[in-house]
C-alpha cells in the first residue's frame, strides 16, 4: 500500500517500512513561474 499526504501520525510512521519526505530546495514558482501544463500538471 502506497499512502501520499502530509503530517502522517506517529501511529501510521510506526506501521510504515519505507518514509520519504521530499522538500524544495529550488523551484520556478519562488521566482513567479506559474505551474506549468505538461510539468507540474
Known sequence: ???TGRNPSKALCSQADY???MKMHKHPYTKGVSAREGIEY
Open 1 to 3: 500500500m502506497i499512502l
Open 19 to 21: 518514509i520519504t519526505e
